[in-house]
């Protein structure tokens, strides 16, 4: 028996606490239950994960025995030797990420601040909900603020996941809880009885039930109904509210003769609704009360609709979107008194209920407290800068002043420029400029001691790992140094599948009436599209680029197609531009195929997948699907239909407002301080006077009339005159947004050449080339022209890699941020990322370069399907950063090399899988070779997701004050890196150190990535889904190749059993 402070304990204990076995068990603990969180907290809500799983009792254990198992093995295994230190210093660094978890968990809080622009404040609103009470004898006080976190009921609901976190809710003992205090002699006690997340009040109207005045407030811009009990009072905006009861300062209701009266001890401007009288109810003057009268004071608006209503109020749960706050229902019990509350959660500012028990007043809320800070801040002015010409922002910024009383000074803070002041951090979280005095959202963070243990860790973790990759005596070295060794017995007796990629990437052609095509292919109308389509235009997102791009976007979006019949998508917008009333009635706007139900609404052919523009109108101009539209968009969770409705519906509308010219922004407005843009249609409509404004409106006016003596003689001078004078205009009176003419010219470039779609084939057809070459060099080693013919496809994978990498490098110069800011840009970055460590890591293995080339072509196939948009777009203001090119580029290069880590282990199996007694050894080598180079693969991208996730953490930490906040996305990023840890360890147990098992797990593991990358954004909520119209489904490839992955285990397992091949 060992002794630790002389307490016995087993040695076998401290074996199993100390080995890499329960390290290993550890890894796939975490991982398990971080997912089960994340399904949770889509099904149940965030606060239900965090009571259920992140902040059980539990689940901190995990952590302890991870940081206990962590410091054990660094004796086992010799980590303090000199030659181990890298390893050391990861794992140093991980134990001190834990401990800074700990420290953030358990001492630091957060919370935001509200200011007005002339506001003053010293306190900030706890970000966490408390149940705060006040108890007082009008002589003192006592307060008490406790915080819980509370689950819906789940006895009702059925179902793995729901039992599941039934059986969590019973391990953490519910959601009861019991204050017992007292108060000047009274002991008093507050009981929990009920929870109802989400709450919408319903009143239950009855003869027998007690009297209510049904209250309906807004405080900011959210809507709530509120009933209040006779004898009771109720907490609006720091406005007491009491009816039929006794309040010295607020707002009494009472009846007098079944009258209504209001009695206020503030002024009360008012409106009546059905006649707009306005009027004001003085102070401390009884008055009869309006119906249907607005009331205000400051913030808060109040009606009271209904006059004095009888029954009993019930709380059900509700659509979060509309009813965001919950209700909690608790029991106020002294010696002889109780009375039961019902209190609404507060977001902003604790709303308080008052009782009266045994001549104390209670008074209890639920929601953030005050906390008081050592300063106070003071808004001096918001700053709100929109893209040019749009209402898109492009950052804001609140210029504060801090006073300590002591030495006061000015900053300004924005999303990516925070304030550090006496251990607290402030961070530009949101805004509000709607009414009159614009106000600012800072988010506040008190956690220097967490944050820099925190900082510490990583710091330690990125230099260990960054040096292990290169330390002489690291296993990844010797992992390196052991394929150098091997010999390249690359003996191949399979042949990847192909088929015929060409009915999924052939262009449909439209089906639509023919238009004057032999006009539109002329020579003469293509010439004047190159004029036109270098034009300038800005879109309403206030991007400024060449019409080029705008009709090739117009087109994608309306028709999902990149050229109309035998015409460009330049031609095609410079068609709408000079005649637009003929294309209302050509097919182009496209109808999902299986959508026939609006088909039929429309009155087309159920079998048309292209319709006009005039079939969505009725004879008398009605909008055909106006109701369902509607309809649609008052729903959060919509139908098939619905959601198909309303993506047509986004078609119908650009159709219409090309065709109207609305979209045609090619006029900047001298000296508009927002830089707008406007179309001629603006000008003519909306009665700009400017003379240069009018002046050229009639210029492309006289363009369109031009354009049909042009078509007709050919002469196309004053044609040229038109153009040359507008690009002068353009230039002249927007020449502060306007791109400069060789942004212009690569743009056009990128367009004409489509860089990433043409790659996928390019890819497809040398990848081909490299697997047969390579098949063939099995057979014919010495062979001088296959050698050179491998060699030679190798040489054409690195010259359409170094096109590639000048794709994204145009693509960054052109859109001014780093290309991989959206889910087209990760794309075409992971396809990239994934043949440059492909190029590295299998420069002298031809397979696993084919293959890596051959996966890089089916990730840019899958970047131009439809649902994946290639638009270059603006950055939300919190993504112009710098973390931006640092966090995101490391994650989703990571993915590079476990996509090579699945591919190489599903090639492993079926090399398995073709295993005969005659090629047993030849196989065994290759198997070897191509594992080890999997090794080396997942080690890298394992290094890589670490430091990319926790960079990532230091990017939220400076933008927003959180480095850590169990977002779905950076939680299925730590799932991956506990799932591919413990692939990287399963070498150190001897039961599982199988080549099989590894090869298995490393290609099982990729959907651990591909949950991250892509199941995040289509199956939970979170903060890091693409802003682009809603999720695409799971595609059916995905679940095709995971069947192919099991079939390959199944049969490779089958093999291995059989020949018993050298496996380890």
Known sequence: MLKIKNFPINARLIRILFSIKLTTVLFLLFGTVMAIATFIENSYGTQSAQALIYH???????????????????????????????TL???????????????????????????????????????????????????????????????????????????????????RGGNDFTINSSFDGTPFSIEYVDYVPNAKIEFAKSNRGKKHIHIVETSGTIRSDHYVGAGETLSLDQIDFSFEGEIIHGISLYEIDKVLFINSAYPLPYTVMDTKKNGVVKSNVETPL???????????????????????????????????????????????????????????????????????????????KQIPLPFSIKLEDFKLEHYPGSNSPKSFTSKVLVDDKKSPFTFSISSNNVLDY????????????????????????????????????????????????????????????????????????FF????????????????????NMSSLSSELFIASTKRFERLVIQDDEGRMKPINTFGSELLRKISKKNQFQEISSSQFIHSIFLTPKVWENVEIIYIKKENTKLRRKLGVPINQKYVRLSDFFTVDKSYKLEKDVTKAYKKKIRTKYEQSVLDVDRRVALMYLVIRGDLFSLLPIKNNKENKWISAWEVSE???????????????????????????????????????????????????????????????????????????????????????????????????????????????????????????????YISEHAPWSNGYESMIYVAWASLLFGIIIGRKSGLTLAATTFVTSIILMVAHWNWMDPTIGNLQPVLDSYWLMIHVA????????????????????MLFSLTRESNKERMNAIIKELTLISQLSLTIGLVMLTIGNFLGGIWANESWGRYWGWDPKETWALISIMVYAFIIHLRLIPKLRSNLIFNSAAALAFSSILMTYLGVNHLLSGLHSYAAGKSAPIPIEIWTWFTLVILLILFATIKQNKYNLSDN
């Open 290 to 368: 309006l119906s249907r009268a607005l009331y205000s004071f400051d913030n808060l608006k109040f009606i009271i609709p209904d006059g004095i209503v009888s029954g009993e109020i019930e709380y059900v749960s509700d659509d979060p979107e509309y009813y965001p706050s919950d209700m909690l229902k608790l029991n106020i019990l002294t010696p002889h008194e109780n009375s039961m509350l019902m209190i609404m959660q507060s977001a902003r500012e604790a709303r308080f209920q008052t009782k009266q028990l045994e001549g104390l007043n209670f008074s209890v809320a639920y929601g953030p």
């Open 686 to 812: 909306r009665g700009y006077e400017a003379k240069d404004l009018v002046e050229m409106e009639l210029l492309i006016s006289s363009y369109k009339l031009y354009a049909i003596e042009w078509m007709e003689t050919g002469d196309t001078q004053k044609i040229d005159n038109i153009f040359s004078k507008l690009e002068a205009f353009q230039k002249n009176n927007g020449a502060r947004v306007r791109p400069s003419d060789r942004k212009i010219e690569l743009e056009l470039f990128y367009n004409k050449y489509d860089i990433f779609k043409n790659l996928f084939w390019q890819y497809l057809l040398v990848s081909v080339a490299l697997f047969i070459v390579v098949f063939v060099q099995i057979f014919v080693k010495k062979s001088k022209i296959v050698n050179g013919f491998v060699k030679m496809m190798k040489g054409a994978v690195v010259l359409l890699f170094i096109y590639h990498t000048f794709g994204l490098i145009l693509r960054w």
């Open 890 to 909: 490391i994650i989703i290069a990571s993915y590079g090399p476990f996509i090579i880590g699945m591919i190489l282990g599903m090639i492993n199996l």
């Open 496 to 515: 990847i599948f192909f088929t015929s990629f060409s009915n999924l990437f052939g262009q449909e052609s439209l089906h639509s009436q023919k238009l």
């Open 89 to 171: 210093a990861f794992h140093l660094g991980f134990i001190l990420i834990i401990i800074g978890a700990g420290v953030t968990h358990f001492f630091s809080y957060e919370g935001v601040m509200i200011i007005k622009e002339g506001e003053r404040k010293s306190f900030m609103q706890s970000e966490k909900a408390y149940v705060s009470i006040i108890v007082d004898n009008q002589l003192n006080k006592k307060e008490i603020n406790e915080h819980f976190l509370f689950v819906p009921d789940m006895s009702k609901k059925t179902g793995a996941l729901s039992y599941c976190a039934s059986f969590l809710d019973w391990v």
């Open 422 to 493: 006496k251990g607290y951090r402030f961070f530009q979280a949101s805004y509000n400029d709607a009414g009159t005095v614009k106000e600012t959202l800072l988010s506040v963070n008190h956690d220097w001691l967490g944050t820099w243990l925190s900082y510490a860790g990583y710091a330690l973790l990125f230099f260990g790992l960054i040096a292990m990759l290169f330390a002489p005596n690291s296993h990844f070295q010797q992992q390196r140094k052991r394929l150098k060794r091997m010999t390249n017995k690359q003996a191949m007796l």
């Open 56 to 86: 059980a009792w539990w689940f901190q254990i995990i952590f302890v025995v991870f940081v206990l198992n962590f410091i054990g093995n660094i004796k086992r295994y010799g980590l303090l030797k000199k030659g181990n230190l890298s």
